[in-house]
T-cell receptor
Framework: GAVVSQHPSRVICKSGTSVKIECRSL??????MFWYRQFPKQSLMLMAT?????????EQGVEKDKFLINHASLTLSTLTVTSAHPEDSSFYIC?????????????FGSGTRLTVV | QKEVEQNSGPLSVPEGAIASLNCTYS??????FFWYRQYSGKSPELIMS????GDKEDGRFTAQLNKASQYVSLLIRDSQPSDSATYLC??????????FGDGTTLTVKP
């Protein structure tokens, strides 16, 4: 089955620094990747949708200059949290779908737990 | 009204019982429906998909879809403590983009 690898699984960074999270589709070409954020005991919140080779589409209220998304290839998307602050501490999860799978479920990465101190 | 609604729970059932999870959606044009399971601290994993009216069975799981009533459900037979998790209902709209419900937390008591 489809596998999505997400790294790192856990990161602690100092306030004001930037953190990059990678999301790779291992055995399929991911035409679309989604980035979610989830706070404890809350639902998934879609942050942005990225299509290979084009700019990401951000959801309302998500700062595109703070959460930089790059989807440079069909197997890799990255999320960079710039100038991180403690309120950015959260669980970040990517998911991917491939060409011809628009009606299939998402394959999720294992998530990245970000703690900003 | 939310696009996808689920009872937040928690839903508690004894081990061996049937757990019934419900979901309603507002977009009549929705075509694909999914159930995901999310253990605490982990990312969601797809457990069932259903595309046409009726029932779809996979092991102890049965998904039921009624497009006229805009309703999709998940039944878990012979519930086990390992089934304790949050279950997310998702509905596909255009371009493969899913809308997720807030999830129902299920606890199966030994």
């Amino acid at each position: 089955g489809a596998v999505v690898s997400q790294h790192p699984s856990r990161v602690i960074c100092k306030s004001g620094t930037s953190v990059k999270i990678e999301c790779r589709s291992l055995d399929f070409q991911a035409t679309t990747m989604f980035w979610y954020r989830q706070f404890p005991k809350q639902s998934l919140m879609l942050m942005a949708t990225s299509n290979e080779g084009s700019k990401a589409t951000y959801e309302q209220g998500v700062e595109k200059d703070k959460f930089l998304i790059n989807h440079a290839s069909l197997t890799l998307s990255t999320l960079t949290v710039t100038s991180a602050h403690p309120e950015d501490s959260s669980f970040y999860i990517c998911s991917a779908i491939g060409s011809g799978t628009d009606n299939y479920g998402y394959t999720f990465g294992s998530g990245t737990r970000l703690t900003v101190v | 009204q939310k696009e996808v609604e689920q009872n937040s729970g928690p839903l508690s059932v004894p081990e061996g019982a049937i757990a019934s999870l419900n979901c309603t959606y507002s977009d009549r044009g929705s075509q694909s429906f999914f159930w995901y399971r999310q253990y605490s601290g982990k990312s969601p994993e797809l457990i069932m998909s259903i595309y046409s009216n009726g029932d779809k069975e996979d092991g102890r799981f049965t998904a039921q879809l009624n497009k006229a009533s805009q309703y999709v459900s998940l039944l878990i037979r012979d519930s086990q403590p390992s089934d304790s998790a949050t279950y997310l209902c998702a509905v596909n709209r255009a371009a493969g983009k899913s809308t997720f419900g807030d999830g129902t937390t299920l606890t199966v008591k030994p």
